[in-house]
């Protein structure tokens, strides 16, 4: 079992799907949560109301993420664990660089990319004061690959969100402070909510995965607390593939 008691996380995207069961296996395992997420708050929260504190804000919006970590540190104390999972897909917007309405780029690159360097830079002095820290970054596998359907400002964004994990991991190492990636695949999850209108594209998409199945919010969870955890203390700098073997086939 994964012991998080008497540590704090500040979550993004805690209001739904990945990042809301994140936030909740973290309260389930002991740790207080800061949830910050632009959607409003969602019910049955698990634990306690001191385990807790949820707070709707824009993550483009420097100075709400620095009232946010405020907020976390009055409420708990400090913060150990920095869980970058909040992002966007427009489907409908994001499309080849060729063509994309630049104005659309700079909001997918900022919600996408900057929001993380707005967490980053707010989060790490609180870091440092508890002695070490980590933080887990949410990619995509869309980064690694061209798309014939291209989302070339979030392919983009998602490629940064490895470059600058890793910069931080060095600059941050000496700190004790670790920094990683995680990339999921294709995914049951808010962000894929398209599958719900056509069951035929999520079960074609399940065939072409050599496990059998698209990912769950729980996997991409389960994958992010063990890199916050103590068990990954030597890791740090690097990425983890949570796509059931997608990227691994010719």
Same mark, same amino acid.
């Not at 209001?15 to 296996?25: L, V």
């Not at 695949?185 to 399940?206: F, I, K, L, V, Y």
């Given at each position: 079992? #994964?012991?998080?008691?008497?540590?704090?996380?500040?979550? *993004?995207?805690?209001?739904?799907?990945?990042?809301f069961r994140i936030?909740?296996? #973290?309260? /389930?395992?002991?740790?207080?949560?800061?949830?910050f997420?632009?959607?409003?708050?969602?019910?049955?929260?698990?634990?306690?109301s !001191?385990? +807790?504190? $949820?707070?709707?804000?824009?993550?483009?919006?420097?100075?709400?993420?620095?009232?946010?970590?405020?907020?976390?540190?009055?409420?708990f104390?400090?913060?150990? $664990?920095?869980? /970058?999972?909040?992002?966007?897909? %427009?489907? !409908?917007?994001?499309k080849?660089?060729?063509?994309?309405?630049l104005?659309? %780029?700079?909001?997918?690159?900022?919600?996408?990319?900057? +929001?993380?360097?707005? *967490?980053?830079?707010?989060?790490?002095?609180h870091?440092?004061?508890r002695?070490?820290?980590a933080?887990?970054?949410? +990619?995509?596998?869309?980064c690694?690959r061209?798309?014939?359907?291209?989302?070339d400002?979030?392919?983009?964004a998602?490629?940064g969100?490895?470059?600058f994990?890793?910069? #931080?991991?060095?600059?941050?190492?000496?700190?004790?402070?670790r920094?990683?990636?995680?990339?999921?695949?294709? +995914?049951?999850?808010?962000?894929?909510?398209? %599958?719900?209108?056509n069951?035929?594209?999520?079960? &074609? *998409?399940?065939?072409?995965?050599?496990?059998?199945?698209?990912?769950t919010v729980?996997?991409?969870?389960? &994958?992010?607390?063990?890199?916050?955890?103590?068990?990954?203390?030597f890791?740090?700098? *690097? !990425?983890?593939?949570?796509?059931?073997?997608?990227l691994?086939?010719?």
């Amino acid at each position: 079992m #994964l012991d998080f008691a008497d540590k704090v996380a500040f979550v *993004t995207g805690a209001g739904g799907g990945m990042g809301f069961r994140i936030a909740c296996d #973290l309260i /389930n395992h002991g740790a207080r949560v800061m949830m910050f997420d632009i959607k409003p708050r969602p019910g049955e929260i698990p634990g306690s109301s !001191e385990q +807790s504190f $949820y707070l709707q804000g824009d993550l483009t919006d420097e100075p709400a993420v620095a009232a946010a970590v405020k907020k976390a540190v009055e409420l708990f104390g400090g913060i150990d $664990y920095l869980a /970058n999972v909040a992002g966007a897909l %427009w489907f !409908e917007r994001d499309k080849s660089a060729l063509e994309i309405d630049l104005d659309a %780029w700079d909001q997918v690159m900022a919600i996408n990319l900057k +929001s993380m360097v707005h *967490t980053a830079r707010n989060v790490v002095p609180h870091l440092r004061k508890r002695g070490g820290g980590a933080m887990v970054h949410f +990619s995509s596998t869309q980064c690694l690959r061209g798309d014939p359907a291209p989302q070339d400002a979030y392919q983009a964004a998602k490629a940064g969100v490895v470059a600058f994990s890793k910069s #931080l991991a060095i600059q941050l190492a000496g700190d004790k402070i670790r920094s990683n990636v995680i990339y999921p695949g294709p +995914s049951e999850s808010p962000m894929q909510d398209r %599958w719900q209108a056509n069951p035929d594209a999520r079960a &074609a *998409t399940a065939r072409a995965i050599p496990l059998g199945r698209v990912g769950t919010v729980a996997d991409m969870s389960n &994958a992010c607390l063990f890199l916050l955890s103590d068990r990954a203390s030597f890791i740090t700098g *690097t !990425e983890l593939l949570v796509d059931g073997g997608l990227l691994a086939k010719p």
